[in-house]
């Protein structure tokens, strides 16, 4: 694997890459020192992490990473979401799957199917901390057994596939390399992000908010922050996260 990291680790199975990512920050944290960019792979996740508190369904045959790092300012941790979902789908795009694109804030599908998920815990203030973490389905559609979503999707599905673990770290190296480069510059990913998003102002939409309560109303905007504008009847709501469920 090639690309901008200064740890790899790689691993059969994980319980999850995301709560490894936590903990390898809490351990360099307690001897006071900052982790250098690392970037944590598993074959497969026994308790993969999803949006919501919901799992993320993890066999053997996708991409299951978090890219993580400390040090990071307050506004750039912020943009994570976004510029991490136009990384992923400029990802999959260079494989040659067209018409892959982003469902706010940061799902990436292909004809209304879910590819990709990206999930980010942070901390803000002091030193700074962000871990990404990014879910490819890409030689099988994970069963989903009643779980709430949408539908899936894989890379197979839309290219021959070859050899699913060449095609996983080419995933993997150019979300990497596309993701550190706009830390540093934001502006092109994040211009990026805003055209790929399937919702657009007059579309009507219901949102599931993190508490389980759903809001309907039109896509007023989107926010430099990447909040959603909705218009609620007469007044307008800033939606900071939570999933469509309608649109």
Same mark, same amino acid.
């Given at each position: ?16 890459? /995301? ?7 809490? *351990? ?14 598993? %074959? ?10 919901? +799992? ?14 400390? +040090? ?13 979902? *136009? ?6 795009? @260079? ?11 940061? %799902? ?13 815990? &942070? ?25 709430? +979503? ?12 070859? %050899?699913? @673990?060449?095609?996983? %770290?080419?995933? &993997? ?7 550190? *480069? ?13 055209? $790929? $998003?399937? /919702? ?34 007469? *007044? ?12």
């Amino acid at each position: 694997m090639t690309a901008a990291v200064d740890n790899l680790v790689l691993l059969a199975t994980t319980g999850s890459t /995301q709560a490894l990512a936590r903990e390898l920050i809490t *351990a360099m944290e307690g001897e006071e020192q900052r982790l250098a960019t690392t970037v944590i792979i598993s %074959d497969r996740q026994e308790r993969g992490e999803g949006r919501g508190g919901r +799992g993320w369904v993890s066999p053997a045959g996708g991409l299951y990473l978090s890219w993580l790092r400390s +040090g990071l300012d307050t506004e750039t941790i912020a943009l994570l979401p976004m510029l991490a979902a *136009a990384a992923a789908q400029a990802a999959v795009a @260079e494989l040659g799957i067209a018409g892959a694109a982003v469902k706010w804030p940061n %799902d990436i599908l292909v004809g209304g199917r879910k590819l990709a998920g990206i999930l980010v815990f &942070a901390r803000h203030g002091g030193t700074g901390w962000a871990a990404v973490g990014l879910g490819v389905n890409i030689a099988v559609v994970p069963h989903l057994d009643g779980t709430p +979503g949408l539908p899936a999707t894989a890379v197979a599905d839309h290219l021959e596939l070859g %050899d699913p @673990e060449l095609t996983r %770290d080419r995933i &993997a190296c150019a979300f990497v390399n596309r993701l550190s *480069a706009a830390v540093v510059e934001p502006e092109r990913a994040l211009a990026a992000w805003r055209e $790929l $998003l399937l /919702q657009r102002p007059g579309d009507r939409i219901t949102v599931r908010l993190a508490s389980g309560d759903e809001v309907s109303g039109v896509v007023a905007g989107i926010e430099d922050r990447g909040y959603l504008r909705l218009r609620c009847g007469d *007044a307008e709501r800033v939606i900071t996260g939570g999933d469509i469920i309608e649109s």
